[in-house]
């Protein structure tokens, strides 16, 4: 079965600050496609990224990256120099393309602070 | 705008009624999903339809009834055999849900549902 663990419940940073979210994942499937999910406190989840299990490049997109590790099954986000609208609950996700329903992790709360 | 729309934003209903909570697309998108979200809990699949007048049940679905009549609706009825209602519902869409390639899903804006 797929499992999504994002160990960390809250992060508290200070603006400008540099902030890596971990996503460790568990998968049967040698081909699937993972997620991240943005969010604020408005409650619409907002689409950040989609990377599939073939792809192990890092990509980088303004202030966020993504770090895509398969020998640890983990794929962090960061996002360089904080600032306080980067402030949400941020969701890792996995499907399997044997499946059809994405899995979520528990979600990261991060708060910015000024 | 194209988007998804959940109406209303926030919901109180007694224990024991039924409660209908509307999900509106007008992305042109086959597929939708209702999620359930809990504090410290992620986001739990309640239902999905890949196409319209089709649906399967999510990991939680007992106590929940859905109909998919139009492309761009899918109500989300809670009834009164749902233990623990009071949660926060997300329904969402994506382009395609039969070709087997995971389109992002594009979220409504949550309904607040309390029972009291």
């Known amino acids: 079965a797929q499992k999504v663990t994002q160990a960390q419940t809250e992060i508290s940073v200070v603006e400008k600050e540099d902030v890596t979210l971990d996503c460790v994942y568990e998968?049967?499937?040698?081909?699937?496609?993972l997620f991240w999910y943005k969010q604020p406190p408005s409650g619409e989840l907002v689409f950040l990224i989609r990377?599939?299990?073939?792809?192990?490049q890092n990509e980088i997109s303004g202030r966020y990256s993504w770090n895509f590790q398969k020998s640890t099954s983990s794929f962090n986000f960061t996002i360089t120099a904080s600032q306080v609208v980067d402030s949400a609950v941020y969701f890792c996700?996995?499907?399997?393309?044997?499946?059809?329903?994405?899995?979520f992790g528990e979600g990261t709360q991060l708060t910015v602070n000024p | 705008d194209g988007g998804i729309t959940q109406s209303p934003k926030y919901l109180f209903r007694k224990e024991g009624q039924n409660v209908t909570l509307s999900c509106e697309q007008n992305?042109?998108?086959?597929?939708m999903y209702w999620y359930r979200q809990d504090p410290g809990q992620g986001l739990r699949l309640i239902y999905y339809?890949?196409?319209?007048?089709?649906?399967q049940k999510g990991d939680i679905a007992e106590g929940y009834s859905v109909s998919r009549e139009k492309k761009e609706s899918f109500p989300l009825t809670v009834t009164s055999a749902q233990k623990n209602p009071t949660a926060f519902y997300l329904c969402?869409?994506?382009?395609?849900?039969?070709?087997?390639?995971?389109?992002?899903?594009?979220f409504g804006p949550g309904t607040r549902l309390t029972v009291t």
């Open positions: 969402a869409s994506s382009i395609d849900g039969t070709s087997g390639y995971p389109y992002e899903q594009y």
């Open positions: 998968t049967r499937d040698t081909t699937y496609y």
């Open positions: 990377r599939n299990s073939f792809d192990e």
């Open positions: 996700a996995l499907i399997e393309t044997s499946g059809s329903r994405l899995t």
């Open positions: 992305l042109n998108h086959d597929a």
């Open positions: 339809s890949q196409i319209v007048n089709d649906f």
